[in-house]
């Protein structure tokens, strides 16, 4: 059974959900702005991982306290660690949420046991692909997750704003080919975003790997349940 927490951390409370026992798991859900929405793959670690979920300050359950930015989500991520008596754990996440884990490593190496990549974007911002991207949202083929909260457009707004500064960085790829833990990356050949920035990014990393499934789309779990429990359970137990 999950046990839901509200933790203080730095002037805000932020809602945290923990279930399961083992290895520590943390995961974050897409967005940035929206509220969590990753139970369904966090049923599938928890037989044999401890699974944290967290909203991050002004989404969802948490409190609305500013600033909303890069630096300050990973800040109340460490912090939640800290809270949470954790030494080093597995991070990972969804969409916006693989790249805010890929981001967390990079900035605490130290304290990251190994990354989950799931349908993440990479380190870009090439938007060559939006017409092709607009076109797949209007042919129907982007499901949205059933969110119980809606999305904080001003939270994505500005965490986007401070991820763009984060990857412009000029030694953001060295730092990358030098992230000593390994990355699971996790892509459905149906998205309508494409893969290549994530392929890219397992290429670079020195233990990483990139896995396809077959006919995913976006949301892995709701096609693909068995195929992607099989990969993580593998890959984090």
Same mark, same amino acid.
């Given at each position: ?107 605490? /190496? ?5 990354? #989950?990549?799931? =349908? @993440?974007?990479? &380190? ?72 290549? /920035? ?5 290429? #670079?990393?020195? =233990? @990483?790997?990139? &896995? ?26």
């Amino acid at each position: 059974m999950a046990i839901e927490h509200q933790v203080p951390v730095s002037g805000a409370v932020l809602w945290v959900t923990e279930s399961g026992v083992g290895t520590p798991v943390m995961l974050c859900n897409g967005g940035p702005g929206c509220c969590d929405y990753l139970a369904p793959v966090a049923t599938m670690l928890e037989n044999h991982a401890r699974v944290l979920r967290f909203e991050q300050r002004g989404c969802g359950r948490s409190s609305a306290t500013p600033p909303y930015d890069l630096p300050t989500t990973l800040s109340d991520l460490d912090a939640l660690r800290t809270h949470f008596g954790i030494d080093r754990w597995t991070i990972g996440g969804h969409s916006w949420g693989a790249d805010l884990a890929l981001a967390y490593a990079l900035t605490y /190496p130290e304290r990251t046991k190994a990354v #989950l990549h799931l =349908n @993440g974007t990479g &380190v870009q911002n090439d938007r060559s692909w939006k017409e092709t991207y607009e076109r797949g949202k209007s042919e129907g083929r982007e499901p949205m997750p059933e969110f119980d909260y809606p999305p904080n457009m001003d939270v994505n707004a500005a965490v986007m704003a401070s991820w763009r500064e984060f990857i412009r960085r000029p030694d953001l790829l060295r730092r990358i080919s030098d992230l000593p833990m390994p990355l699971l990356a996790v892509y459905g050949s149906e998205d309508i975003r494409p893969s290549w /920035p994530v392929e890219q990014l397992c290429q #670079l990393v020195p =233990n @990483g790997r990139f &896995v396809l499934l077959q006919g995913a789309g976006h949301m892995l779990w709701e096609t693909h349940a068995d195929d992607l429990a099989s990969v993580l359970q593998d890959f984090v137990w």
